[in-house]
């Protein structure tokens, strides 16, 4: 499977923004859908945003970061963003990302990882 590696998280206070990076060993990363997911202590993980596989031109928010986050791919750098603004103590969680299963536009990507797979994650973390 694709190997991960998040970064980009950190400590921010309400209004604030961070981006998310995610780099893949994966030289044809173009060929995959990506999403990003989060969890947040005592609750499962959630899917953040996906973004369809090649140019990208598909993607889904959930509706919590609609207008606030903005997810895109760089396929030559093998690599994955989410630019987060505009942040919310509710946003406070790990984030992940992974290759997805995401047939439609309009519904969100579910994760192709099995539990041996999810990366280290990066902590965003947001005071209020």
């Known amino acids: 499977h694709v190997n991960v590696v998040e970064s980009g998280g950190g400590l921010v206070q309400t209004g604030e923004s961070l981006k998310l990076s995610c780099v893949a060993s994966?030289?044809?990363?173009?060929?995959?859908?990506m999403g990003w997911f989060r969890q947040a202590p005592g609750k499962k993980r959630e899917v953040v945003s996906c973004?369809?596989?090649?140019?990208?031109?598909?993607?889904y928010y959930r509706d919590s970061v609609k207008g606030r986050f903005t997810i895109s791919r760089d396929n030559a750098k093998n690599s994955l963003y989410l630019q987060m603004n505009t942040l919310k103590p509710e946003d406070t969680a790990m984030y992940y990302c992974?290759?997805?299963?995401?047939?439609?536009?309009?519904?969100?990507?579910?994760?192709?990882?099995?539990?041996?797979?999810w990366g280290q994650g990066t902590q965003v973390t947001v005071s209020s």
């Open positions: 992974a290759p997805v299963f995401y047939p439609y536009a309009w519904e969100p990507c579910t994760s192709e990882f099995d539990d041996t797979a």
């Open positions: 994966e030289a044809s990363l173009d060929t995959y859908s």
């Open positions: 973004i369809s596989r090649y140019d990208g031109s598909s993607t």
